[in-house]
């Protein structure tokens, strides 16, 4: 664990933090898009959430088209 998501563990627990699956193989590929910040922050804690569900770390490979469509109607 680096220092930076020490730090994140100890804020982010403050506000219940349910950690999630981590990022597979198939998420290399996103690398060139997604900053190292966040692939690190990904594989610490997965698809995590924050505040009773009220923050969400999504994957972004998890097939959100249909919900994308939805909020862009």
Same mark, same amino acid.
């Given at each position: 664990?680096?220092?930076?998501? +020490?730090f %994140?563990r #100890?804020?982010?627990?403050?506000?219940g933090l349910?950690?999630?699956?981590?990022? @597979?193989?198939q998420? +290399?590929? %996103?690398? #060139?898009?997604?900053?190292?910040?966040?692939?690190e922050?990904?594989?610490e804690f @997965?698809?995590c959430s924050?505040?009773?569900g009220?923050i969400?770390?999504c994957?972004?490979l998890?097939?959100?088209?249909?919900a994308?469509d939805a909020w862009?109607?």
């Amino acid at each position: 664990m680096s220092d930076f998501t +020490e730090f %994140l563990r #100890e804020e982010w627990e403050a506000l219940g933090l349910v950690e999630g699956p981590r990022p @597979g193989p198939q998420h +290399e590929a %996103l690398g #060139e898009y997604i900053p190292s910040t966040m692939f690190e922050i990904w594989k610490e804690f @997965g698809f995590c959430s924050l505040d009773s569900g009220g923050i969400w770390l999504c994957d972004p490979l998890a097939g959100w088209q249909d919900a994308a469509d939805a909020w862009t109607e």
